[in-house]
Structure formats: C-alpha cells, structure tokens
C-alpha cells in the first residue's frame, strides 16, 4: 500500500491506496484543499468568508461562486438546517463571531493556550436561514456575521478529497484524523480517550467503506482550558455536558455534522433520524466520563467498550 | 507544498535490565531516567538497570519480557513540536501501568500536556500489549501518532 502524509489547513492528512498516487493527481489534491480554504477559512482575510463579513457589515452581500463550490455550500448549507431544527439552533453556520469573541479570533495555531482569558460570550445567529442563502451560484449573506462550518466543513472535504480519487482503483483511506473515510478497507480503529490520548475507549471493526468522525472538545481548547471550540449558537458559551463524540456513517460530512449534534440535546434523535436511510453508529462520552453509545453500535460486530458490563467477548 | 511530514521520531531507553537464562542484556549508556522527566508530572516507574540485582530465576513465558520500557517520540500540538515520552510496565505480556510524560519545549504547552498525563489509567491496565494493535485511531487529538510509534518500539524492544 502507498502512503501519502503532508500537513495541510491545520490538520494532519493521510492518504493511503493501493498504489501511489500520481503525481498530477496529488497535486490535484493539494489545489482542491487550499481553494477549499481560501473560500471557507475565516482566518483568512482574503477568504470569501471574511470578505461575505466585512461587506455585510452595512449591506447586503453576495459572492459568486464555481459550480463545484455552489455545490458545496449547497450541500452544507442544507445539513446545517436540519442540525438547526433538531437542535433548536444551537448549531448555526453564523457562529464565526461568536467563536472570535470567545478569543478564537485567529488560526489556533497562534494562539497562546494558557494565556488566561475572561470574554464574554456572544449568541450567535440562530435564525440564520433568512440571512445566509444560496441561489444558483450566488451566496447572499444579509446579516452582519461571520461563517464558520467547523461543524462539518473539514467531513465535506475529506468527502471531496474522496471523491477526486475515484478513479483510482483498489483499497483507499482518505483520513484528516478526526474525519476519515474509506473504501475496500476494513479496519479496526480505536476509539480515542479525550481525557487520555494515550487510551482508546473502545474498538470498532469498521466496515470496508464508509466514514468516521470523532470529536472531543480536549482538541481546541485555550483560556488556559476554560473555553474549546464546540459552543452553543444559542449561548455562545462552550458546552459542558459532553466531551467527546464517535460516529460510523456513509459520509464524512454526515458522519463530522453528527458528531457535532451528539454534544447538543437533539442530536440523539437526529441520528435515530438518520439512521432510518443509512448505516448510522455513535458514542458520546458525558463529562462525568461515562459513555453512552446508540442500539447500532451495541449491534456491531466486533466492537469493544473498556467499560464495565459491555461483554467484549 | 507536498510536505511529508512524519510525526515522529524515536529514540529509545531501556530502564530496565533482565537477565534471562543463557539470554543477554541490553542496557542503555545514558541510563538515568532524570533526563526526561519533566517537573510536572509523575515520574515513570522504572526497575533497576543495575543487571547484579536482577534475579536470575527469571523465567518468561510470554513473547515480551516483563519489565519497564520507556520510549519517547516528538509530535505535534498547536503551539509546536513537542516531545512525549511513554513508560510502560510489562508483566507476563500484560501492561500493569502505562505513564505518559512529556518535555514542554514552549510554554504554551505545559498546560496541555497536563491533561494528558492525568486522567483514567484504568483503561489500558489489563490488556495484553498485542490488544493494542489497531489499524488506525480515530480521535481528534494530534499525538496519537507519536504515541503509536513509541509502543511500537517499546514492542520491538520487549521482544528482546
């Protein structure tokens, strides 16, 4: 098997196929993540995002995009309405400000952890489908905010990224970490500890193809570990309840959109939603440590819990 | 832009010595384990590298010979690289307590490290080594690799 590593956006990639990519095709990858976040990064100022911000500070405004960039706002923009209605407009995609204004103003890279912070949270703009809109390639934004699509953009990539090797044949493993997805590979993966990386909670034997997400909020944490990123629209605040979240799905994008809703009241009947049309499995781990996991995941062949009372046999 | 960037790299310290019937022992030079212990965590625990206090009655039964192994890799957080450094006790093939210690190399990262070192150590204790062995992690931390790399030494090392 060959083994593509490079770093990119903030996040450690790993491609792995049958045989090595070629090299016009690699390239091809790397292109389609830097456009990706010249479009999406709020970190960014000559992002499209930051420009949507700036210019809707006193009017309304709209950017024009690619087709396969309209395709993917649309499929974006359209997930995000479904995990707004089932969480009562916790997750919004105009959360940038709120983040900001929690000191997450800049790539997490540069910023200082330990530093202690004391902000005030600022609700984000939960009622955004009148604000933030799609028509055929035009984004119209009329609201004074900013984007933000942490919730699933990095899934919808690693689902992109997917999706341009298509054509290459055999086994292949696009995986971002905490976004992968997969064809012809089955695999056993552990489920990391958020409060010990060094452990993992629990096995699954994944299938051959499909996706995963997991996310914990130990990830982005600064203010000296009072704030992470994972807040709710609502409050603006960090959420507290959960720490971390596993989901086996058909997509990167469901699989990262779920992973996100699981930390809100919500997201647990929204998986049992979903998994009507497809293969759907989750676990979330609460805050006092203990785990919680779907009937389909019990249901997995395989799969393992390092907990007390799950039959591992 | 096409970067490969590995992870990690490793280097390897035996703390422990055995002694084995008719086997030989490995000690390492630079044997003190004061080196990469840092001043916030817990320190590893480590037996006697001094091969005369080891039994000679020793015998094993698994493929991996008990005794402390320590090895450390760099990886990577958002304030840069670190280093980490994993002890792991070995019993019959059995873990009985894995210590995870870290080098902040910029301030920024004490903090963090902190919440690793910390935390639920029942997970680990009791699974055989061999259990470990997993394709791939799925966790949003950026240290795993580092960590799978260095039980992957410690596995070739305790193979002796």
């Known amino acids: ?162 999706e341009l090797l298509a054509e290459v044949p055999g086994e292949l493993l696009v995986d971002a970490g905490a976004d992968q997805r997969f064809r012809e590979l089955p695999a056993r993966i552990a489920l990391e500890h958020p409060l010990d990386i060094t452990k993992a909670v629990g096995v699954v034997l994944s299938p051959a193809s499909g996706a995963i997400a997991a996310s914990a909020t130990n990830r982005r944490r600064w203010g000296a570990g009072k704030y992470h990123h994972i807040i709710d629209g609502l409050s603006g605040a960090p959420v507290q309840e959960y720490l971390a979240s596993w989901v086996g799905a058909e997509s990167a994008m469901r699989a990262d959109a779920l992973a996100t809703a699981l930390f809100f009241p919500g997201g647990a009947e929204l998986a049992e939603e979903w998994s009507r049309h497809e293969q759907i499995w989750w676990l979330r781990m609460t805050s006092s440590g203990s785990l919680e996991w779907s009937h389909s995941f019990a249901a997995l062949t395989g799969a393992e819990l390092f907990v007390d009372g799950w039959n591992n046999d | 832009m096409t970067k490969t960037a590995k992870a990690s790299s490793q280097k390897i310290k035996a703390i422990a010595g055995l002694v084995l019937l008719g086997g030989t022992v490995t000690l390492s030079a630079c044997s003190t384990a004061a080196e990469e212990v840092p001043a916030n965590t817990q320190s590893p625990q480590s037996s006697t590298s001094d091969s005369s206090n080891d039994s000679a009655n020793n015998t094993q039964t698994s493929a991996y010979q008990d005794g402390s192994y320590t090895a450390s890799g760099n990886y990577r957080t958002p304030g840069g690289i670190e280093q980490i450094s994993v002890t792991v006790d070995l019993s019959d093939g059995v873990i009985t307590a894995v210590s995870v210690t870290g080098e902040p190399q910029a301030p920024e990262s004490v903090q963090y490290q902190g919440q690793f070192s910390s935390g639920i150590s029942d997970a680990v204790v009791g699974q055989s080594i061999d259990e470990l062995s997993v394709d791939r992690v799925a966790g949003s931390s950026l240290t795993s690799g580092g960590f799978n790399e260095a039980i992957t030494e410690i596995k070739e090392q305790a193979q002796g």
């Open chain 1, 1 to 162: 098997m060959a083994r593509l590593e490079f770093e990119a956006i903030g996040t450690s990639w790993v491609i792995r196929s049958a045989n090595e990519l070629p090299q016009a095709l690699r390239r091809e990858v790397f292109e389609l993540i830097i456009e990706f976040d010249q479009l999406w990064s709020r970190f960014r100022a000559d992002s499209m995002v930051s420009a949507l911000a700036r210019a809707s500070g006193a009017a309304s405004a709209s950017a024009s995009l690619t087709p396969s960039a309209a395709k993917d706002a649309a499929a974006m923009l359209s997930c995000y309405l479904e995990l707004s209605k089932a969480t009562g407009g916790r997750i919004s995609p105009l959360i940038g400000q709120s983040l900001s204004a929690l000191g997450y103003d800049r790539d997490f890279a540069e910023l200082s952890p330990s530093a202690e912070l004391n902000m005030a949270a600022k609700p984000a703009i939960t009622d955004w489908a009148d604000s933030l809109t799609l028509t055929g390639t035009q984004l119209q934004q009329s609201a004074p905010a900013l984007i933000d699509i942490g919730a699933l953009g990095k899934g919808l990539l690693v689902d992109r990224v997917f």
